[in-house]
């Protein structure tokens, strides 16, 4: 009997405290629905999305109380080329207008096309003995690829460009989802993408109307902040803020990709404010990650602070799911803190799986990794699918397992 008081009073006890420990816990709070609100144009290169987001990080930096440590504040910049298309674009197939974002893309590297088309459907048997016996300067071409099994659509249409030598407007019918993307490159002529069930007749005319600004030397940057910890070696956070912005007058709001992943940062960072921790952190927003990882590449180049000394970088990308659990990139070549990991979502009861990938080109924490640096990159899985076209919003970001994945951060840097 008295066993079994005592019992129930240490059981009584533990729940008190892990209760209390829980309410001393600084509840997630929601930075998606306002970075990816339209305001912030899509954290891209039109209207200074890129510029507003950054800003946007900067202040909340602040507010938390992070050091700087570059020479212009939370900032360091650095340039790029950028394809973008700042005014509305139009598509009509058949004297049908096409929804932009969901019926059709521009090809990012694509430059102005503007006029009606007689369409011309290459068939892509025979296309290597393709000549053109049409005198037709107002041609479009038409690629269906959705039947090929050779898919490299850039191998194709270049290709197709030489044999052509022509900068015919081309419609491409793929098999994939559309997914949008930015370049730092234009091309020679502009490339439509289509939805591949969109067409349901044959395609007689086309009238087209984009214009494209390419942006030499645009600066942009990283944002940067620091806590101090009680040891020399520093643990980098990280998490890129672009993504797609415009096309046309159409947003690519980026919730998932990556507002997931700055929301979390943001929230680690006023944890680590209140829990001090260890080793330095260093937050970072990288910009222009959609570009092709730019951003980061540039801080592994330009470093702030040693290499060498970075115990770990976490990166977080596409963090706003989670019931089908995380997966982390990396997790061969960072084994010890993969075990980390398992240990903490086994006693804590996080996620339901953690998948183990190899290395891969998918994220920031690629160019650390490259320099030796001890890099992983985690994501979650599940939930939506919506990922680089305008439907990644927050209302349909599920965002129900980020206080396990800050539990997850936070127990893993106590752990370093
Ligand atoms: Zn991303």
Redesign the pocket.
Known sequence: MTKFLLLLVSLYVTTFFSQTTNSSWIRYENYVDTLSSNYFKGRGYVDNGHLKAAKFISNEFQRIGLDSITSSGYLQHFKTNVNTFPTDIKLKINDQSLIAGLDYLIEPGSVTCQGIFEVLEINLRNWKSFTLNKKNEHLCLLIDVSNVENKDSLLIYNEIKKVLNKKYPILWIGSENLQWSVSQYTLSNAIIKLRPDIIKEEIKNVEIDIKNNFITSLETQNVIGKIMGRKKKNIIISA?YDHLGMMGNVIFPGAN??ASGVSSLLNLASYFMKYKPKYNIIFICFGA??LGLLGSKYFTENPIIELENIKLLLNL??VGTGEDGIAIVNAFEQEKVVQIIGKINEKHDLFSKIKLRGQAPN?DHYWFSKKNVPAIFIYTMGGIKAYHDPLDKSVTLPQNKSNELLKLVTQLVNKL
């Open positions: 890129h990709d990556n990650e959609e990308d596409i994220s």
